[in-house]
């Protein structure tokens, strides 16, 4: 199949929004992540022993922000997209998910790996992200052995100090992952 010009631009406008996601959410760029998704986003992370469901934009800022936040350290990185465009400001990708996830105040180390599904949407000539959701594939949970040491933690300044985080625990539903 020959894609036209602007069909491959859209597929780069949507790596590049998806990209932007990951960083934003490693740095705390609260101001980015605003700008990612569509005001009627909606949320279905399905982790190890939780579940995440929201919907709308703010919803979904206040809980990145507050997930992602100054007691947290990690990386995420998205791997091998497969984007299709479904309509001319419409499309679906599916991006796998590596990710660390430190909880610094805790000593809980999370590594695991996930496929996202996405749905994106164009409004006033930008890509957005309209509905995502993923599955893990694999998630390890541990403790940080005494030798193990966080030598480098940006959010520790960037991201929300505890008086400044949101209650987003009615978002999240915790479960016994041996269930």
């Not at 007691?71 to 479904?86: N, R, S």
Request: hydrophobic letters at 35%; proline letters at 2%; aromatic letters at 12%.
């Amino acid at each position: 199949m020959a894609y036209t010009l602007q069909q491959l631009s859209d597929f780069e406008d949507i790596r590049t929004l998806k990209h932007r996601y990951y960083r934003a959410i490693d740095t705390a760029d609260v101001a980015l992540l605003d700008t990612l998704f569509t005001d009627d986003v909606s949320v279905d992370y399905r982790g190890g022993g939780y579940r995440v469901t929201l919907t709308g934009r703010q919803e979904m800022v206040d809980f990145l922000a507050s997930s992602f936040h100054s007691d947290f350290a990690g990386m995420h990185y998205g791997h091998m997209p497969e984007i299709t465009l479904t309509g001319d400001d419409e499309a679906e990708g599916i991006w796998y998910l590596e990710d660390i996830a430190i909880f610094t105040d805790s000593g809980v180390h999370t590594s695991g790996s996930a496929v996202y599904k996405d749905r994106y949407r164009r409004e006033d000539g930008r890509w957005k992200i309209a509905h995502t959701e993923y599955d893990r594939i694999v998630e390890v949970v541990r403790k940080l052995t005494p030798d193990e040491k966080v030598t480098a933690h940006y959010l520790a300044k960037a991201g929300l100090k505890p008086h400044e985080r949101k209650d987003i625990s009615h978002l999240i539903t915790w479960f016994d992952e041996a269930a």
